[in-house]
């Protein structure tokens, strides 16, 4: 994602050359303005994200455009976090987590609490601590980010459950926190990203079924605007494709057992209704069978289930859960080592995360005959 960063000091068309002489960015500004970091992008004739780029150590800028954003820097006296960290080595040795989520939805995943696990394991060897807030809704959740910037709390920060069109790698970069996108990248974004492939876990999912013989294969989705969400849902429709079968349309859900349940029904009420269903967490899969079951139908008889995360509950209910496993705390562990190393402006080396599994259980079997 360093692409870009040329002799110009920005990625393509973000350069901020022209003809003529700009005006300095305190006479744009006003007298008694405290500078900001486009006032160091104006003045070093570069994108703001070059400028992030420079403040967090990270590669991709060429050594004139380092240059010139160091100069404009000291010119204008602009002190990213507070504490100018980045420019004084000094650091918080604290990283930060801010999660949007509904409290009932947060409480049930246990996605959540995995990757916190992970990411500690990750901090507590290198001595670094982590700072968690919980915001219920977009403008808390930007004031908690300007928060932790503006008081020098944290050397960086986890940006988790990405959105399509998500706003914060761009906030983040603006307010000069370092950043790691625990997702897919960003296209266009200077924040680099882990991700974990959900997409294969998917494939594998309806291949067992294909494999058992269920054509009619139904999905039951994750909360809109979520890019995981979109990329499970793309991956069924993409399996179900390659394999030759009919699409069903998919059930929107939100991750939540009582969603989970409603569109079970939903896809249970079509006129062809599927034999089988693959769900987009094993909350609403747990759901989706006592709803199965609630409608007189016999699991997996009657209508195989599979879920997606393997939680502690999946091989304790009747039947045991058939699903789809990520390590999360590798994950978190991977996450934390890689945002410590932007922190201290050294190399993040790319990291392989383990592969998904796919742990079949009893709640798959082939389909009644017809």
Known sequence: MAQGHDQAGGPAGGSARGSGTAKAPAQRRGRGSRPTI?????????????????????????PQARVRVMEAIDQLGWQPNAGARALSNKRAQTLGLVIRRPPELLSTDPFFLQFVAGVETGLAPLGYALVLQVVPDEEAERQAYERL????????????????????????????????????????????????????GVRRAVGHLRSLGHRWIGHVTGAEGYVHTEARRAAWRAALAD???????????????????????????????????????????????????????????????????????ADCI????????????????????????????????????PPVAFVVRGSTAPPAAE
């Open 243 to 313: 394999a030759g079968l009919p699409e069903i349309p998919p059930a929107e859900a939100d991750f939540t057992g009582a969603a989970g349940a409603r569109a079970t029904h939903e896809l249970l009420d079509l006129d062809r209704p599927p034999t089988a269903i693959v769900y987009a967490n094993d909350l609403m899969a747990i759901a989706g069978i006592a709803a199965a079951t609630s409608r007189g139908l016999r699991v997996p008889s009657d209508l195989s289930v599979v879920g997606f995360d393997d939680i502690p509950l």
């Open 149 to 200: 910037a503006r008081d020098g709390r944290v050397d960086g920060v986890f940006l988790t459950d990405m959105r399509a069109d998500d706003p914060r790698p761009a906030l983040v970069t603006d307010l000069g926190l370092g950043a790691l996108i625990v997702g897919p990248p960003q296209s266009g974004s200077p924040v680099p990203a882990l991700a974990a492939d959900d997409g294969s």
């Open 318 to 353: 009747a039947p045991p859960l058939t699903t789809v496993r990520q390590d999360v705390p590798a994950w978190g562990r991977a996450a934390a080592e890689a945002l410590v190393a932007l922190a201290e402006g050294r190399e993040v080396t790319e990291t392989e995360l």
């Open 38 to 62: 486009g006032d160091v992008a104006a003045l070093a004739q570069v994108s703001k994200a070059t400028v992030s780029f420079v403040i967090n150590g990270r590669s991709g800028v060429s």
